[in-house]
């Protein structure tokens, strides 16, 4: 089953889940619960804590963390599970930090980046935690929008339309079976 947040980034072929950590998490297992699928395939935006990766490139991930900024300035901790990798491994060492709150500081982005974390997705971490609870194959596929600093949401704005395209574009490729 293939998902999708909704609003600006939503598929015909794709059920809509919710923007951000709650709404997802709620609307997604109620869809599991009502339809039983064999395999949660996610697509959607990122944002890059890497300035050096290219823009609209489209990345695969099976790996998510849930670490919120104040964590580095060493003004928080959690006792909860923040790391999720479903499978036996990140795919390609590829892991996705989700948060309700998008980046803007690069110089904070850059604490993710040297943590192994090049990626942020609003939705991931949610996906991946309902696909482990109900043993659920899962994975997500990406395409980078904007980088995590002062510009983030004017590039976001400026490139999800494409980000879209591409996405749709590279289902149709790689993943034309589940559709």
Same mark, same amino acid.
């Given at each position: 089953?293939?998902? @999708?947040?909704? +609003?600006?980034?939503?598929?015909?072929?794709?059920?809509?889940?919710?923007v951000?950590?709650v709404? @997802?998490?709620?609307?997604?297992?109620?869809?599991v619960?009502?339809?039983?699928?064999?395999?949660?395939?996610?697509?959607?935006?990122?944002?890059?804590?890497?300035?050096?990766?290219?823009?609209?490139?489209?990345?695969?991930?099976?790996?998510?963390?849930?670490?919120?900024?104040?964590?580095?300035?060493?003004?928080?901790?959690?006792p909860?599970?923040?790391?999720?990798?479903?499978?036996?491994?990140?795919?390609?060492?590829? @892991?996705?930090?989700?948060?309700?709150?998008i980046?803007?500081?690069?110089?904070?982005a850059?604490? !993710?980046?040297?943590?192994g974390?090049?990626?942020?997705?609003?939705?991931?971490?949610?996906?991946?935690?309902?696909?482990?609870?109900? +043993?659920?194959?899962?994975?997500?596929?990406? @395409?980078?929008?904007?980088?995590?600093?002062?510009?983030?949401?004017?590039? !976001?704005?400026?490139? !999800? +339309?494409?980000?879209?395209?591409?996405?749709?574009?590279?289902? +149709?490729?790689h993943?034309?079976?589940?559709?």
């Open positions: 089953m293939f998902l @999708c947040a909704g +609003k600006m980034e939503s598929f015909a072929f794709a059920q809509t889940i919710g951000g950590l709404e @997802c998490a709620l609307h997604l297992t109620q869809l619960l009502q339809k039983n699928p064999e395999i949660l395939i996610f697509i959607g935006s990122a944002g890059s804590y890497d300035p050096t990766l290219p823009l609209l490139g489209v990345f695969e991930a099976n790996a998510a963390t849930q670490i919120e900024l104040s964590l580095w300035e060493k003004k928080s901790y959690t909860l599970e923040n790391v999720i990798v479903a499978g036996d491994s990140p795919l390609g060492g590829i @892991c996705v930090n989700s948060s309700n709150y980046t803007t500081d690069s110089n904070l850059l604490q !993710f980046l040297e943590r974390i090049a990626y942020e997705n609003m939705e991931f971490f949610s996906v991946l935690r309902v696909a482990q609870h109900f +043993k659920i194959p899962a994975f997500g596929i990406f @395409c980078i929008t904007n980088y995590t600093n002062e510009n983030a949401h004017e590039d !976001f704005m400026a490139n !999800f +339309k494409l980000s879209n395209a591409k996405l749709e574009s590279y289902i +149709k490729e993943y034309a079976q589940y559709l």
